[in-house]
């Protein structure tokens, strides 16, 4: 189910308030290039009732009447504000104010004078600039105010969503939708499909910041991923910005992007591309239900990580190797979170396969994983990994290994074959489920050719 998203916009000479919801507004990342920055003289804050501009420094709280300047092209910031750390990304040479908020509703506003913002916004926001109105939630966007021959114009290039704006306070709603460029200026309104190079430009804006958020360029050697090159990790989240940017509705493209971001600690980031997937087949619902129970455990969200667990695993784990190294899933991670204490009980698995008396090359056989307890009752909901051996193949999956849950009867099957002649067939098998001990085993199936 599609869930409408909209963009309003009021626009006027020289101001463009962003108004959005609830909570601290931070200036959480300063980005020189593609390093992040701690403290700089390039960004400057003009606090209410100071004459004298001062250094910024990054994580520093905002308040009303604080102004940012930054007159180097080669500088980005990150300003987060709401429940939700909605991210807008300025970048150099811009000048912005923050502005009072709405009391009752704990709403903070931005009055961007000069550059550009990309915004990334789960909660409403509205952004107005003379005498024409817009918001935006659960979206992403981009503004910009430039001047030009002593006239400003403001441009908005809306990625995902709707976009509603009056041209006037008397005039009627006019929409614009998702993949679409406005331009405001003196001379009029002109509508067009957003350019290439808006695209380009944006991705590179969202993924600067990424990157310096994400620890690689401070230590190569201790980062999330140990010796991953900054440029490669920049190109790689950039590329996968440009096409979420260009291809909202792409499921593929969110799951990558978002695995990308999850691989370099940048959960947030993930959790928006991941609740904005709508409709999944169920092996992408399985990957993105994974990857969301991973985001939240690094963000140390343990009872939403086990939430998001479990319903990856109700999907059957439908995802195997190729899901595993694409994605970067790690279901053993967020395993260890299961609760302690509880009495680790044995698992008695058997297996047993369909196979006939003489088997042929490429022949498909079954392989049927039974879980009880020494009681010999069965055990359902019991996570099954069944990893097969050359020459053994998985049908219907991509990929040597398999993930899924035992049905109410204990059992999980998988559909098998050998891809060439060979008298020992085997698998490996892990079976678990919290309170029972974890059963590991090989298992080979002999095979009369």
């Not at 998203?5 to 308030?17: A, D, K, M, W």
């Not at 024409?132 to 001047?147: A, F, I, L, P, Q």
């Not at 990790?233 to 978002?258: C, G, I, K, M, T």
């Not at 396969?353 to 042929?360: G, I, N």
């Amino acid at each position: 189910m599609n869930h409408p998203r909209f963009v309003s916009i009021t626009l006027f000479p020289l101001l463009l308030f962003v108004t959005l919801c609830n909570g601290d507004v931070v200036l959480s990342t300063i980005v020189k290039g593609t390093d992040p920055v701690s403290q700089t003289s390039d960004v400057t804050i003009l606090s209410l009732g100071s004459t004298q501009p001062m250094p910024c420094s990054a994580k520093m709280k905002l308040n009303v009447g604080d102004e940012l300047q930054c007159a180097v092209e080669d500088i980005a910031v990150e300003v987060t504000c709401g429940e939700r750390s909605e991210s807008f990304r300025f970048s150099a040479p811009f000048r912005m104010l923050v502005t009072p908020g709405d009391n009752d509703t704990g709403k903070c506003t931005f009055d961007l004078r000069a550059g550009s913002a990309d915004v990334i916004a789960e909660s409403p926001t509205s952004i107005t600039a003379g005498g024409v109105t817009m918001g935006s939630e659960s979206t992403m966007y981009g503004v910009s105010v430039t001047r030009e021959n002593d006239q400003t114009q403001i441009a908005l290039s809306v990625y995902e969503g709707k976009v509603s704006f009056r041209s006037s306070p008397s005039a009627k709603p006019d929409f614009v939708e998702d993949g679409k460029k406005v331009l405001f200026a003196a001379a009029g309104l002109k509508r067009m499909d957003i350019p290439r190079e808006d695209y380009s430009r944006a991705a590179q804006a969202y993924a600067r910041i990424d990157l310096a958020k994400s620890g690689v360029a401070i230590d190569l050697d201790h980062g999330p991923v140990a010796g991953e090159s900054p440029r490669d990790v920049f190109r790689a989240l950039a590329h996968q910005y440009a096409q979420v940017l260009s291809n909202p509705e792409d499921v593929e493209v969110r799951l990558a992007l978002a695995a990308t971001q999850n691989k370099y600690n940048l959960s947030r980031g993930a959790l928006y591309n991941l609740r904005r997937i709508e409709e999944p087949d169920r092996r992408s619902a399985s990957v993105r239900d994974f990857l969301t129970a991973s985001a939240y455990l690094k963000l140390n969200k343990k009872d939403d990580a086990l939430h998001w667990y479990k319903m990856a695993m109700k999907n059957d784990g439908l995802i195997g190797e190729v899901e595993i190294q694409k994605y970067h899933i790690a279901p053993d991670e967020i395993k260890r979170l299961l609760p302690e204490g509880q009495a680790d009980a044995p698992l008695i698995v058997n297996v047993g396969t369909t196979t006939p008396r003489e088997f042929r090359a490429d022949q498909v056989a079954t392989l049927i994983v039974s879980v009880s307890t020494t009681k010999k009752e069965p055990v359902g909901d019991a996570e099954v990994i069944i990893k097969g051996e050359p020459p053994v193949e998985l049908v219907g999956i991509r990929g040597a290994t398999i993930l899924g849950k035992t049905n109410a009867k204990g059992e999980f099957a998988v559909s098998w074959r050998c891809k060439r002649r060979s008298e020992n067939c085997s698998f490996n098998i892990r079976v678990s489920k919290p309170g029972f001990s974890t059963n590991t085993q090989k298992r080979a199936v002999s095979v009369r050719w």
